[in-house]
């Protein structure tokens, strides 16, 4: 551990006009690459603009994701970033980042899980409990937004599904409707 901040607390990143990033910790100018490599090793950092004291954390995260698609590390197709842009404005803006959060941490979960099963032999299907953790947990965020029915009268399969569609996509027009 470096002499500049506590066990626990963050590493402070400052960032000058100059582009140029500096890690308070270590006294060193850094990449975004640098920083790319703190994200993968689970090292904890704060990024501050230099002049202003604001915390640029979350414009600096997504420049290196924007730079590590733009260097053909791509990893999120069009149609997800299609979605994505397409959420910004409208009624399910203040839902998607705790969806997303809790879908990375079920995503991070499952890895895990699935790691450990093939390091043991895989002596049972983890990727039927990954389907059924998952199918959960899209239910659960359904019936957040939508009236579930009667517990008697559950269709199930494809009409379940295409149920969950079209109401899905009424719940979308009147939240969209509620925005104007």
């Given at each position: 551990m470096a002499k500049n901040r506590k066990e626990g607390d963050p590493i402070i990143v400052k960032k000058y006009a100059n582009r140029r990033l500096y890690n308070t910790d270590t006294s060193s100018y850094i990449t975004l690459d640098d920083l790319a490599e703190?994200?993968?090793s689970n090292t904890d950092f704060e990024v501050f603009d230099a002049k202003?004291?604001?915390?640029?954390?979350?414009?600096?995260?997504?420049?290196?994701?924007?730079?590590?698609?733009?260097?053909?590390?791509?990893?999120?197709?069009?149609?997800?970033?299609?979605?994505?842009?397409?959420?910004?404005?409208?009624?399910?803006?203040?839902?998607?980042?705790?969806?997303?959060?809790?879908?990375?941490?079920?995503?991070?979960?499952?890895?895990?899980?699935?790691?450990?099963?093939?390091?043991?032999?895989?002596?049972?299907?983890?990727?039927?409990k990954i389907h059924e953790t998952n199918m959960a947990m899209m239910r659960a965020a359904t019936e957040a937004f939508i009236p579930s029915k009667d517990d008697a009268q559950e269709d199930t399969g494809e009409d379940e599904l295409a149920a969950l569609r079209t109401q899905m996509a009424e719940m979308q027009k009147k939240l969209d409707a509620l925005d104007k």
């Open positions: 703190m994200v993968r202003s004291g604001d915390d640029i954390t979350h414009s600096i995260l997504t420049q290196i994701i924007v730079e590590q698609e733009a260097s053909g590390k791509q990893m999120l197709p069009v149609s997800f970033l299609r979605d994505l842009i397409s959420m910004y404005g409208n009624s399910m803006q203040n839902m998607m980042p705790s969806y997303l959060e809790a879908s990375m941490a079920n995503f991070r979960q499952n890895r895990e899980e699935l790691t450990k099963a093939f390091k043991s032999g895989i002596s049972n299907n983890p990727l039927a």
